[in-house]
């Protein structure tokens, strides 16, 4: 949670909050996500490129559909993180109404 409080004079202010993900973790999930993209997209064309050569690309197959699997486990791991943060968001919003309402 990300809180501002921005004076409008001496006894009023405006609290602007953002819940959000640690940036840092956002940040390693998408590295992992542009990984991913990446290789779907180099094995791919292995695969395209074996193909129309006329070699075997059994390999090449299994790992283009290998980076889709990883994919989807790293879609599915984000929203158990997503669904498990619920209620500590919660309790952080409520700690944050709790907290302004004894300042009135």
């Not at 997209?41 to 129309?52: A, L, R």
């Not at 197959?61 to 968001?89: C, H, Q």
Request: overall charge positive.
């Amino acid at each position: 949670m990300h809180l501002e409080i921005n004076e409008k004079n001496n006894k009023s202010a405006t609290v602007h909050g953002l819940y959000g993900p640690n940036p840092t973790v956002w940040t390693m999930f998408m590295f992992f996500h542009f990984i991913v993209a990446g290789l779907f997209i180099c094995f791919g064309i292995w695969t395209y490129t074996n193909v129309t050569l006329g070699n075997s690309y059994s390999i090449q197959l299994l790992l283009t559909f290998f980076m889709v699997l990883i994919w989807f486990v790293l879609y599915i791991a984000g929203r158990m993180v997503k669904t498990k943060g619920k209620p500590e968001m919660y309790k952080l919003q409520r700690f944050m109404k709790d907290t302004l309402r004894s300042y009135r």
